[in-house]
């Protein structure tokens, strides 16, 4: 168990939707980083997210946001479903922004575009 | 794209130690080396990391070479639950970039 939670597990919906995923990170964690991972791809980094503020971002669609809150917790966001969308959407949390800490990721959800 | 060069797929004897090598020719002197594997869709699970030095722990051994251009992660009796996709990732703390990662399937 790597201590970080996300929910919901598995989300089915369909194009044009918007869905938002939500992740918890491990207790004392400042940074939240969002990765997707599609069947045809490897893992891409989304986002980052130190102490509620954007840290870096990787290749995030436009359609895509996230926030993360006062209590470090994070949502992505992500609107105009299309059936690419679909993939497993990773999100890690880590103690110290920039100082080398490893991340740690959580079970993911799974997002079904029908 | 990532910084690693990576087998895309290895065998490995139940019992007997799983080496994996990395090649990292281009890695710069502040980015440390990180391993992660990843069993089947659960999230990627941390296994170890190190800067330059040869570092340990309860799951695996990481070597780096000298001049920091590869490695190789060591799990010293590997079990049918070793298997999995490994990944090894030159970065810093903001900046992982995943590839393909090596494929490591452990047979009885």
């Known amino acids: 168990d790597s201590g970080v939670t996300q929910t919901p597990k598995h989300l089915i919906t369909a194009t044009g939707q918007r869905v938002t995923l939500r992740c918890s990170p491990r207790s004392g964690d400042l940074s939240v980083y969002w990765y997707q991972q599609s069947l045809d791809q490897g893992l891409q980094f989304l986002i980052q997210?130190?102490?509620?503020?954007?840290?870096a971002k990787g290749n995030i669609l436009e359609r895509f946001s996230a926030q993360q809150f006062p209590d470090l917790h994070s949502e992505l966001n992500l609107s105009s479903l299309e059936l690419g969308d679909s993939a497993l959407y990773f999100c890690?949390?880590?103690?110290?922004?920039?100082?080398?800490?490893?991340?740690?990721f959580g079970d993911g959800t799974r997002l079904s575009i029908l | 794209d990532a910084k690693t060069t990576q087998p895309p797929s290895m065998d490995c004897a139940e019992g007997r130690a799983a080496n994996l090598p990395c090649n990292h020719s281009t890695i710069s002197g502040n980015e440390y080396v990180y391993w992660y594997r990843q069993i089947h869709s659960q999230g990627p699970q941390y296994i170890i990391h190190g800067l330059k030095n040869n570092e340990t722990n309860e799951m695996a051994s990481l070597i780096i070479t000298e001049d920091r251009k590869s490695s190789t992660l060591i799990l010293p009796h590997a079990t049918l639950r070793d298997t999995a996709v490994y990944y090894c990732i030159v970065g810093r703390d903001n900046d992982m970039r995943f590839g393909a990662g090596t494929r490591l399937t452990v047979k009885p």
């Open positions: 997210y130190y102490n509620g503020e954007e840290r």
């Open positions: 890690a949390s880590s103690g110290h922004g920039g100082l080398n800490q490893p991340q740690h």
